[in-house]
């Protein structure tokens, strides 16, 4: 997910303080003399042991993934109340899903943005299979592949694969702009004539049809509605991506049911054989020019199809079908003074750039991304991010070191990284401006819903989201068309199993 014509290196982030313990086999134990630091904290801190414990087998992680699903507080309240118990951000728990989907749920969670980013650098820890977390879908969701998404970097695939997404989100960068306001000035027509006809408009329905329809046009210039996929694409991928993530999902039924039908075992793929095939049938024939690519590349062709598919109907139809909701619901909330400031720097903008919309005219929206930054710091599209120790190490929170041993499974749920107190003032605000200025741009770095620093590219050597800035630009995009068409709006928010539900209940339109 993101316009990366350009593939540049970058250091591993700044916030990440983790220090190497050099240990063979053989020995038990190493000397302070043994240890290096990766990145140099300004303070050697105390150690610790990890708090926490994973309880008995089998029943301890089942508790746990009650807790998680459905104790009081919810997820996050799940994570709080180990924090308040142990006095640290940094515990051992069981993560779902757990017996018997997952072999082993056991991890040392990262709740801090200190701790955090150790899950970026691939020199301390692995990828491999970890995009879903503790378990790994069947690849018969996949074509027979894995993916991009569950390849470590160290993997000969992942260079050619991820230079292949470059090229998917590059190629045809041109048609990005112009395509996008034409599907969602279309959608804003549709929501307006709902509006008009029964006064209220439900943006989620309207934006998965729309995101879909722009990803195919814009990216490789085939429009699904005029194939035999017709207008089906988005239903597809929904019910496609509910057999991957349902041991990770709550759909609100009876809790045993719940449990034992999507947490304990694994939804049957051949459920879904016929939807992903239908799928796979429009991609082969619509990303011809990128599987071509693809083969230059050294890739298999059926394997560069289903590379791309995930990547388009996975990964950024998937962010664009949650991201696009918590943006509306997040600015909704903020209200008509907040809409009044952003309409007004989009209009001047564009109209100083001759009334286009183009990447100049974006450049001198600078409250337009940092809104959208501020909506991807308090709700990050994807919660969650796993590694395996690659060798005994010492993670560091704000004030303590604790010592991880090879092997072990690191987990970071972001919203409590992105969302310390620490770090940002009035954390569980969206303060649409908190970007702006030097010190906005200093927080930045504390920005990662990519898998990765908002200040660094992505690389062939990391996992950071090869779509990274192709997600910010459709995002202030969606800004831009909103504010051009209306001086303000008002939403009602309700829950959905993928992010927020958001219905518009009015559209101002532009006075000015």
Known sequence: MATAA??????????????IRRQTRASASASATDRQEVVSPKRRLPLRKVPGDYGPPVVGAIRDRYEYFYGPGGRDGFFAARVRAHGSTVVRLNMPPGPFVARDPRVVALLDAASFPVLFDTSLVDKTDLFTGTFMPSTDLTGGYRVL????????????????????????????????REVYGDLFGLMENDLARVGKANFGVHNDAAAFGFLCQGLLGRDPAKS?????????????????????????????????LLHSLRLPPALVKKDYDRLADFFRDAAKAVVDEGERLGIA??????????????????GMKILFPTLVKWLGRAGARVHGRLATEVRGAVRDNGGEVTMKA??????????????????????????????????????????????????????????????FARPEEYVPDRFLGEDGARLLRHVVWSNGPETAAPTLHDKQCAGKDFVVLVARLLLVELFLRYDSFDVEVGTSTLGSSVTVTSLKKATF
């Open 362 to 423: 974006l450049a001198e929206m600078p409250l337009v991304k940092s809104a959208v930054y501020e909506a991807l710091r308090i709700e990050p599209p994807v919660a969650m991010q796993y590694g395996r120790a690659k060798r005994d190490m010492v993670v560091e929170s704000h004030d303590y070191g604790y010592e991880v041993r090879e092997g072990e499974m690191l987990f970071g749920y972001q919203p409590m990284a992105t969302k310390d107190p620490r770090v």
């Open 228 to 260: 035999a996929l017709g207008r089906d694409g988005p239903k597809l991928i929904t019910k496609w991506v509910l057999f991957q993530l349902s041991p990770l999902l709550s759909l609100g039924l009876p809790t045993l049911v719940e449990d034992t």
């Open 301 to 318: 062709r059926e394997e560069a199809v289903h590379n791309i598919l995930f990547a388009l109907c996975f990964n950024s139809f998937g």
């Open 6 to 19: 350009a593939c540049i290196s970058f250091a591993s982030p700044s916030p990440a303080r983790v220090m």
């Open 149 to 180: 998404s569950y390849l470590d970097p160290s993997e000969p695939n992942h260079a050619p694969l991820k230079t292949l997404l470059f090229y998917l989100l590059s190629h045809r960068r041109q048609q990005v702009i112009p395509k996008f």
